[in-house]
């Protein structure tokens, strides 16, 4: 039996891929702060401890670790955000460096968000521009932390994923609530690019890039980028509903301070495309944003 292990897998994407290879038969154990089932184990993402032993002989380690970045930017989030990836990343490598048989595979989470706002421009992996904000520092450090460690006898992948779009968590279910309040219209003019990724295309474009050795940096997004005013007019077409009140700017700034968040997590215009995974043969099975909405609704 193949073997799994999920640094920080306890939330809405470790969940999404333990489903996935469960149902592959991979023994599968979780990392993370607050254990709840048998195969979880405990460790703070900080300190070598009892887990770093079951690095030993594992197949896959895959590190999602990281506060969430759905909070407003004080300076306690900022360094907690910060100190979350960085502190996890280079933890994992000095357990890896000390195993006999060490983790042959090593995927480590990073953002779309590492791209500067765009809305013409298609960020690849090749030719995107990378930016210069809280945000895409935070992407940058994590990454080169990541690159910094050397892992011989380890494959490393960097995993720049978008937003992904899950029936029980993700981004999606905040949208649907809003459109079930009648607040569903575009926000600010719209016309921001939105990309994103089915969950069964997340887990899948995992997997491909696992089970065919592949290493470096690759962009997890669909390969269509939809718009905000395209995305909501979808949930409102999938939810039935027809009030759809618009939301300006100082309107999502007010609201993003309400709810304790920040307002570019739908501001800005992220225009990503999955070009190394379309050139090593990955086929989606979500390419577009109605289908992808009208299967999880």
Partial sequence: ?????????????????????????????ILTRNPTKTNHIYWNAKDLDDWAKTLEHTDVLINLTGKSVDCRYTETNKKLIHDSRIDSTKTLGRAINLCKNPPKTWLNMSTATIYNDSYHKQMTEEHGDIGNDFSMNIAKSWEAAFNHIETPRTRKIILRTSIVLGKNGGALMPLKRLTHLGLGGKQWHGK???????????????????????????????????????????????LKIIIAIPQPKWLIDFGAKLIGTESELVLKSRNVIPEKLIQAGFKFKYQTIDRAISNLH
């Fill in 1 to 29: 039996m193949k073997t799994i292990i999920i640094a920080g897998g306890s939330g809405f994407l470790g969940q999404v891929l333990e489903s996935y290879y469960s149902k592959k038969q991979y023994g599968i154990k």
């Fill in 192 to 238: 921001q690019k939105v990309s994103w990724i089915h969950e069964t295309d997340f887990a899948r474009a995992v997997n491909f890039i696992i089970e065919n050795k592949l290493k470096g940096i690759y962009n997890i997004v669909s390969p269509a980028p939809t718009t905000n005013s395209i995305l909501m007019q979808t949930i409102r077409k999938e």
